[in-house]
């Protein structure tokens, strides 16, 4: 497995669960349980995350689990005001799934010692954690400008960019260089329209 494809493609999973923790995890669960056979020489990178990483993942019922807490996930993100603490739940969440789903795609020259968890903090944890950061400035703009009425609106394209971003990090990781640099644009310029903290007078 080429190297920098292993890369791109476990930090465009890590990206992926920025946007939804569980749906990553569970389209690679269930395209285990279907059995999928990955691009790229991949299948051994995903054989890796159901055997040592998380062997658990490789189960059915965790499949089913998965896919439960999945569209829990997803209809908690339309309830109003549970979206904006649910974004508070999903902060850890997402760096810890972002971590473990890069790590097992690290090349095996890292092996599979300190080196490559370092290296899953900081490419995986660090993708995920600007996506999630990213979905948490715009809901709350969102919430902000609009009393939470769009905030449905930004559950779906979040939705849809974790399915999409899980996709194309299997099927074309080269995309995920973009895909970062457009969530870092985005996020800066969220950031920069948010209005000033007033300070007591």
Do not use: H
Not at 24 to 31: E, M, Q, T
Not at 111 to 132: E, N, P, Y
Not at 155 to 182: H, K, N, Q
Request: charged share 10%.
């Amino acid at each position: 497995m080429d190297i920098f494809v292993a890369l791109l493609t476990g930090v465009g999973l890590a990206a992926a669960c920025g946007f939804r923790v569980f749906v990553p995890l569970f389209l690679v669960s269930l395209s285990m349980n279907a059995g999928v056979e990955m691009p790229w020489g991949l299948d051994s990178a995903v054989q890796t995350l159901v055997g040592d990483d998380m062997p658990w993942l490789g189960q059915p019922m965790v499949t089913l689990g998965l896919g439960v807490a999945t569209l829990v996930e997803i209809g908690g993100f339309y309830v109003p005001w549970v979206d904006n603490l649910l974004d508070t739940l999903a902060t850890p969440a997402a760096l810890a799934a972002g971590t473990f789903i890069s790590g097992a795609f690290m090349p095996e020259v890292l092996g599979d010692g300190a080196t490559k968890w370092a290296a899953a903090v900081i490419a995986g944890g660090g993708s995920s954690g600007l996506v999630q950061a990213t979905t948490v400035l715009a809901r709350g703009t969102s919430s902000a400008t609009t009393g939470g009425i769009g905030n449905p609106v930004v559950a779906t394209l979040e939705l849809l960019a974790s399915v999409l971003t899980t996709v194309f990090a299997v099927l074309i990781p080269i995309l995920v260089i973009g895909l970062l640099v457009v969530v870092a644009l985005f996020a800066r310029r969220l950031f920069r329209r948010r209005p000033p903290e007033s300070t007591p007078g």
